[in-house]
């Protein structure tokens, strides 16, 4: 099952974690002093806030997805619309590793595309990269 994700940058987590608990019906599955994430089976999407970047309000969107062949379909996909795709193997963000890649739409919005292989202790130095061009 592939998973759609929504990532938000907030000011402060805590009032952040209060209303989206409150939204989705569910404490965070992963909860830090700058990072929270819910994966919320209804509606099917991994939605995770964090204070990391400079502006706030929506990040990027992505496709978590379960195995590297799906990973590789969609990066297939993303090229045959003659997207730049940029991997990012072995990567450790949001207190994950996994392999990723990143590519944006006509109108600049990043897209992650993603397969988490396990955890991480800190929220990790990999960050989304920029458009190119």
């Given amino acids: 099952m592939k998973r759609m994700h929504v ?5 402060n987590v805590d009032q952040a974690v209060a209303f989206y608990s409150g939204l989705f019906g569910q404490d965070p599955t992963i909860r830090q002093n700058d990072y929270a994430k819910w994966m919320v089976d ?3 999407v991994n939605f995770a806030i964090s204070t990391r970047e400079a502006n ?3 990040d990027h969107l992505g496709i978590q997805v379960e195995t590297e062949a799906e990973l590789v379909e969609i990066e297939d996909r993303l090229r045959k619309a003659e997207a730049d795709v940029q991997e990012q193997r072995g990567a450790a963000c949001c207190y994950a590793v996994g392999e990723k890649s990143w590519a944006f739409d006509s109108e600049g919005i990043a897209w ?7 955890t991480y202790d800190e929220y990790g130095p990999d960050r989304r990269p920029t458009a190119k061009g």
């Fill in 56 to 58: 706030t309000g929506f």
């Fill in 112 to 118: 992650e595309t993603f397969l988490t292989t396990g």
């Fill in 42 to 44: 209804d509606p099917c």
């Fill in 7 to 11: 990532h938000v940058t907030v000011q």
